[in-house]
């Protein structure tokens, strides 16, 4: 029984072992492919859009792969392997988007919608405090309320 | 300006309506990805014809020295949408003298021989792209795409996917009128 366990747990765990990036894809130097599989997680594979050129079986994907590795290959920065690509596929190709004039909303809103929730929510909080302190009685209400009830039990006797 | 403050939640739901009704929109497609190479001049490549063919292959200089834009379509024996796709440009080059080039992607020679000995060959040069190192340099995602490309190199319209129903070839007819490969009404 024990083994039987054993054996689903490993087979479940084949699936996350398999990539999509084949032995002959690859290249010899380690430090060269160790770049290749970074740049190639960000950039989207324009098929399958919503992932990455490392994870996916597309052949396009292989033959940006291959194009990635063969530009290293030639001597191209991680920068410049992107931007030859990016020249052909356009932003859409990064994962990442650039911060530009056409992305500005999409990097700046995000922080200041935290902002703006987070002053209106300051304002209230402080505001509801501000009002909340009720006045204890002092001296002479004391006073008036003691004569007060003296009065009222003078009263009922 | 309490009053005004009163008129927020209207404001938030409008403004998440237009985003709704944007988002739902069935004619949006999603997966559409704008190209860069729109009025940009066409990316650099030089293809041989394919093997077995008479038609000659091309390079980007092929596509300047004309005095009319040209049609520069992506295809291959293995891609079915094309099969349909083929009928209608066949018929714009005979009917309407279109110059339509072709880039074989991707394909055995031998099967892209006997798919244009089927189906017939409308196209005036073919290159043959076997590696598919052509179809990175023009930026496409997949099989058919097609691209029209002024007598200037620039590269005017891009249509992903088969030109197959009326809608896709209204739209691709526009956009030739537009170029100036052919003119309107002589259809």
């Given at each position: 029984m024990r083994r039987f366990f054993l054996f689903t747990i490993l087979a479940m765990l084949l699936p996350l072992a398999v990539q999509a990036v084949e032995p002959d894809e690859m290249l010899s130097d380690p430090v060269l492919e160790a770049r290749a599989r970074e740049i190639s997680k960000e950039l989207r594979c324009v098929v399958c859009q919503n992932q990455d050129i490392d994870s996916s079986n597309a052949g396009v994907a292989r033959d940006l792969r291959l194009l990635v590795r063969e530009r290293l290959v030639a001597g191209d920065t991680d920068e410049n392997v992107i931007a030859y690509i990016q020249a052909r596929y356009?932003?859409?190709?990064?994962?990442k988007p650039p911060f530009k004039p056409e992305t500005y909303a999409l990097w700046i809103a995000p922080p200041a919608l935290v902002l703006i929730a987070l002053i209106f929510g300051l304002t209230i909080v402080l505001r509801g405090k501000r009002k909340a302190p009720i006045a204890g009685l002092n001296e002479e209400d004391e006073q008036h309320v003691t004569r007060f009830i003296e009065a009222q039990k003078d009263r009922s006797t | 300006m309490k009053r005004l403050l009163a008129l927020l939640p209207l404001l938030v739901a409008l403004v998440f309506g237009g985003f709704f009704l944007w988002g739902l929109n069935p004619d949006r497609d999603p997966s559409d990805i704008p190209s860069v190479f729109i009025s940009q001049p066409a990316p650099q490549f030089d293809l041989p014809p394919?093997?077995?063919?008479e038609t000659p292959g091309f390079a980007r200089a092929d596509l300047i020295d004309g005095t009319r834009p040209v049609v520069v379509n992506v295809f291959a024996?293995?891609?079915?949408p094309c099969r349909a796709e083929h009928a209608v440009l066949t018929d714009l080059v005979t009917r309407e003298g279109v110059v339509l080039y072709g880039i074989n992607y991707k394909d055995k020679p031998k099967d892209a021989v006997r798919w244009l000995s089927t189906l017939g060959n409308p196209y005036e040069r073919i290159g043959s792209d076997l590696n598919g190192r052509a179809g990175i340099e023009w930026g496409?995602?997949?099989?058919p795409e097609t691209f029209i490309v002024g007598?200037?190199?620039?590269?005017l319209f891009r249509y992903v996917g088969p030109i197959v129903g009326n809608k896709a070839i209204s739209k691709f007819r526009a956009a030739l009128v537009q170029s100036g490969a052919i003119t309107e009404g002589n259809s």
């Open positions: 356009g932003d859409f190709v990064l994962l | 394919v093997e077995g063919l024996s293995w891609c079915v496409i995602s997949g099989v007598p200037d190199g620039t590269v």
